[in-house]
Structures are given as structure tokens and as C-alpha cells.
């Protein structure tokens, strides 16, 4: 059940598909009863994964489960084979069909929900803005719940069907940086905030890795039902989470599931068997982790090398991990999860994870490398966002991601005076927010790139234009514990007061203005309109703007009540 090239030949006008699939089109069967393609497979395939691309944006998976289609193959003698071959072909012709018939028929109830002019207005310009939220079209077993399932982006209209997506009104509050854990009782200190942040207009708080962990900050966990560590006893924990939900917030547990740190030696003398209520032994850990000799399956991602890599295509461990997903749920009150170092498996284990657990909201960190030439940025960060957008589309878009791609350019248009950057080639967000800002959480900093840690800090002096961009923009904003608690405190209470004020959300609309060498400005929901940099502007037109906020190289109008 792994995805891998087959042998040469292959049908005409082939193409490789990322290195680890072929893209081929149907092709019309002479009868007219169907289409169909044939491949060579050698005798080593087990079966044949594939996927069917409707159009340049959408992909059709199986309805019936979720995931990709799959076609067991088996060897037998030839009559039998033959027979088998008959019998598949029968079977194929009867899935190109029911997936005609089920185009056909989300077509056709699209185009009667179109006749709503909202939905219809909403629609058009979502399909040319969100183009990438066609990938959640067939989400649903049924027909008849496919269109529940459209992604509109507008939660006054549709509802998403699934969970981990909020309410679009979320404000998150990261509640820790690198040296929480040094008090030891970091929790405590946590929850006596819980009314202050409530009162700023946070709705999450992002709370610490819980679990008993070889490092103190908790990103290398260990006995996972272990839930006294280095910021506090489980109790207290519970304490902290029961505080802000009477502050009406809501508490994200960082779950660490890429990866798990051994408790004992194998017979060669590798930390690979684990211990404690999830006991499990190296065949729970990757094949291709090249330091810890798992008997597991090969990876679905990319290595984490400090510590031994989970195989999340063995059955016990998606079971297993999904049981404590569920008994965090319960037993601490968490409502939903910031997930660490997605990169490291496949997004489609995770849509397992989180519809067991069915977390109000959740967060993947897909970190990765923006694109350079020579050292400079390219100013086309399109492949970058493109990879947090499959990541968020293989979870089924039960998740969102950190909106790393609009980080980094917000460092290179701000420290070298380039705001140009601050618009894509059509004239929208560059980042993760300009094509799916619904999923895209946006942040200016964190644990990892501030606090004492640094390794990628944003520029210095300039975080409220960092903020003014993101608590008036669409997506989700999240704000770093350290600017929180900072000088910066009053211009960000002031922002997020206007966003909620004027009811900014994930899905709002947004209308680039100016973005040129030292100034950017948008409008947001006709509502809003900001500016940053240290360029001259000022809005026009017929609406009554008035100052709402504004300081060093930014300023931010609101229409008059």
C-alpha cells in the first residue's frame, strides 16, 4: 500500500508524477461503454493505488473510505487469472461509471444551489480565490451528503463536515516559549492568565507538550499516559485547562506523534522497545530510520533523527495512538491539538487521528524551507505553500497548518524594504492565506524561531507591522506568549479589538491596494483597510475610514459606526 512508479512502458503521453506515481489520461474504450488504461505490473505488486483527476485542481478519492483507491491483485494459473481479469475489468467499468454518475450528480445539485444569488456570488469567487479546497468536493461516503461537504469557505452559509476547523473566529494565543518549563510549575502561571487572555479577545490558548519527555521542553516524549513533566503535574494541568474554559477559551495540547523516545534496548544494544501502557516493540518504528533498526514499514515522510520515527501504517499504533488522543480528550479537557513535525508522516493517518478524536481545532506544523536562488528569496513562493496545501488536503482538510510560507516573506519584504512581495502573481496573499486561508494559521514567531532558541527570528523593531498584517487578514492569527506579555501588549490588544469588532474572520475577503518597495496596503471586507511600511497612503472612495490604530510604519482604518 505504498505509492511507487510501475515499469516501463508506460501508456502514451505518461508523465511522472513527483517522483513516485505515473499521470496518465483514460483512455475511451472503442466500444463507448467506458475508458480504462492497462499497465505492465511485475510479479512483486501486491495491488495498484490510484486517484482520478477530474480537473486541474481536483482529485477524486474513494468515497466509500476516504482514502485512495486501491485494486488487490493476486497470482493464480493462468485460467484463473484470466477469469480474475474478466472479473476486474467488469468491476472497473462499474467504478468509472458510479464516478460519472457521481459527478454528474454534485454538478447538477451545485448548479441548484447556484441559483441562490449569495451562494452563487460566493461560489464563483471561491472556486478562482480557494481553488484548492475543490480537493474536499467528495469527502462524504453518499451522494446525498457531497454537497454538505463543499467548501464554500463561508461559515454563515456551509458548515464544514468535520471537525478541527474552528468557528473562522479564532484568535490563538501560543501560552509557553523555550524556557517555560524551567519553574516547574508553568501551568499554574499559565491558568492565572486565563481571564486576561480571554479578555484581550483570544478564544485558544496553545498549552506545552504534556507528556513525561527525555527533554525538558517535552518534544521528545516518552511514557505518553505519563502527564507529570517539567511544567507541571497532571492535576495542575488539569487545573489550568479547566480555568480557561471557565474564561470561555478553548486549550490546544501539543501532540507529539512523529516520533517516540525508547525506554529500553534491543538485543544490540538500540533504544527502540518502548515501555510504559504503550509497550510497544521495534516493529513500531520505520524501516528506513537509518539509527534505531525499526522492523516496521518504510516511512511517510521525513525522518526526525533524534529519536526513533512511528510507523503509522501498522494497525496497533494508529489504534493505539488514537485511544489516547480520545483519553486526553476526556481526561484533560483538551478541545483540540497543535500537532508537531507533520512533515514526518503522511497527512492521511492524521484525518484518521482526528476524526477519532474530533477536536474543535487543530494545527499541523509543516515547516520546510522557502525557495532561494543565490541566497535571494524568489519572489514565487508557489511550490512552498503548495506542500503545506497537500499536507492540509491528504488530512481532508480536518486541519489546518502554520502558514510558514507568508513568515518568510514577511522577513524578506519588511527587512529589505520589498512589499511588492506582499502580493502573488494574481494579485492575492503569497502565502498559504492566499490560497486557502481558511486552514492557514498565521504567525509572526513562536517557541522555535524566538524566545532563546532564535533560529528564525522576525526582524527586530518590526513585529507590530508583522501583526497588523495578520490580525487584519484572513486565516487564523496566532500570537507568541512573548509579545503577549511585552511592550507590544497594548497595539496588540488594539488590533485584536478591531478584528473582533469589525468581524474579521478566516474566510474574509480581501483587496490588495498597493504592494511596492516600501509600502503594502489591503482592504479587508470593505470594513477595514491597513497599511504598513513606511510609504505614504491613505484610503479613498466614499466610505467614512477613521484611524483605529497606528504607530511606527503602519496604520489601520475602520468604517465609521
Known amino acids: ?100 454518475n457521481l459527478v454528474v450528480g454534485l454538478s447538477s445539485r451545485r448548479g441548484q444551489r447556484a441559483k441562490n ?25 453518499t451522494i446525498d451528503t457531497v454537497e454538505e461537504s463543499v467548501y464554500i469557505d463561508d461559515s454563515s452559509i456551509v458548515k464544514p463536515a468535520c471537525s478541527g476547523t474552528g468557528s473562522g473566529f479564532e484568535i490563538l494565543c501560543q501560552g509557553f516559549n523555550w524556557e517555560s518549563h524551567k519553574s516547574g510549575k508553568w501551568y499554574v502561571e499559565l491558568g492565572s492568565k486565563a481571564k486576561e487572555l480571554s479578555s484581550m479577545g483570544f478564544t485558544i490558548v ?41 474564561a470561555g477559551m478553548k486549550v490546544l495540547g501539543d501532540a507529539v506523534l512523529n516520533h517516540r523516545c525508547a525506554q529500553f534496548q534491543n538485543q544490540n544494544g538500540v533504544w527502540n522497545i518502548f515501555g510504559g501502557r504503550l509497550n510497544w516493540d521495534d516493529r513500531a518504528v520505520v524501516a528506513d530510520d537509518p539509527h534505531f533498526q525499526g522492523r516496521g514499514n518504510k516511512s511517510s515522510g521525513d525522518n526526525f533523527h533524534a529519536a526513533p520515527n512511528i510507523d503509522h501504517s501498522q494497525e496497533f499504533v494508529r489504534s493505539d495512538l488514537k485511544e489516547w488522543l480520545c483519553w486526553m480528550r476526556k481526561e484533560v479537557g483538551y478541545d ?61 482538510g480536518t486541519a489546518g497548518a502554520f ?40 504567525f509572526i514567531e513562536n517557541h522555535d524561531t524566538g524566545s532563546t532558541q532564535g533560529h528564525w527570528r522576525f526582524p527586530f523593531g518590526m513585529e507590530l507591522q508583522g501583526y497588523v498584517y495578520i490580525l487584519t487578514h484572513p486565516g487564523t492569527p496566532a500570537i507568541f506568549y512573548d509579545h503577549i506579555f511585552s511592550h507590544l501588549q497594548p497595539e496588540i490588544a488594539k488590533l485584536i479589538s478591531i478584528r473582533n469588532r469589525q468581524k474579521i474572520h478566516c474566510r474574509s475577503k480581501i483587496k490588495i491596494l498597493k504592494a511596492e518597495g516600501n509600502l503594502y496596503a489591503a482592504e479587508i471586507d470593505e470594513r477595514v483597510t491597513m497599511k504598513i511600511g513606511a510609504g505614504h497612503f491613505e484610503p479613498s472612495g466614499p466610505t467614512n475610514w477613521v484611524v483605529a490604530a497606528e504607530g511606527q510604519d503602519y496604520k489601520v482604518w475602520e468604517v465609521s459606526s
Do not use: C
Open 336 to 396: 483540540g491539538w497543535r500537532l508537531d513535525f507533520v512533515r514526518g508522516f503522511w497527512g492521511g493517518y492524521v484525518h484518521d487521528y482526528l476524526e477519532a478524536s474530533e477536536p474543535y481545532f487543530a494545527v499541523g506544523e509543516y515547516w520546510d524551507s522557502l525557495s532561494y536562488t543565490y541566497g535571494e528569496m524568489d519572489y514565487n513562493q508557489d511550490a512552498h505553500r503548495q506542500r503545506i496545501v497537500d499536507w492540509i488536503n491528504a488530512t481532508n
Open 206 to 246: 496553545w498549552s506545552p507538550p504534556p507528556t513525561d519527555s527525555v527533554s525538558p521542553e517535552g518534544y521528545m516524549p516518552r511514557d505518553l499516559y505519563n502527564l507529570n513533566s517539567r511544567y507541571g503535574t497532571m492535576e495542575e494541568l488539569k487545573e489550568a485547562v479547566k480555568r480557561f474554559h471557565e
Open 117 to 141: 444569488k449569495v451562494l452563487q456570488e460566493d461560489i464563483l469567487q471561491e472556486i478562482e480565490r480557494l481553488a484548492a479546497e475543490a480537493y474536499s468536493i467528495f469527502r462524504s461516503p
Open 403 to 442: 502558514d510558514v510560507t507568508t513568515k518568510g516573506i514577511l522577513h524578506s519584504a519588511l527587512e529589505r524594504s520589498e512589499y511588492w512581495r506582499l502580493s502573488d502573481e494574481k494579485g492575492k496573499p503569497p502565502g498559504v492565506l492566499g490560497w486557502w486561508p481558511s486552514r492557514a494559521v498565521t
Open 1 to 100: 500500500m505504498t505509492w511507487e512508479i510501475p515499469p516501463e512502458p508506460h501508456p502514451p503521453a505518461t508523465k511522472i508524477f513527483r517522483q513516485k506515481a505515473l499521470q496518465t489520461m483514460l483512455q475511451q474504450k472503442a466500444d463507448g461503454t467506458g475508458n480504462s488504461l492497462s499497465f505492465l505490473l511485475d510479479g512483486e505488486y501486491s495491488g495498484l493505488i490510484f486517484v482520478v483527476k477530474l480537473d486541474e485542481y481536483t482529485w477524486l478519492r474513494n468515497v466509500e473510505n476516504g482514502f485512495d483507491f486501491y485494486i488487490p491483485l493476486t497470482r493464480a494459473d493462468a485460467e484463473a487469472d484470466k477469469q480474475k481479469a474478466d472479473d476486474k475489468s467488469s468491476q472497473d467499468d462499474g467504478l468509472i461509471s458510479d464516478i460519472r
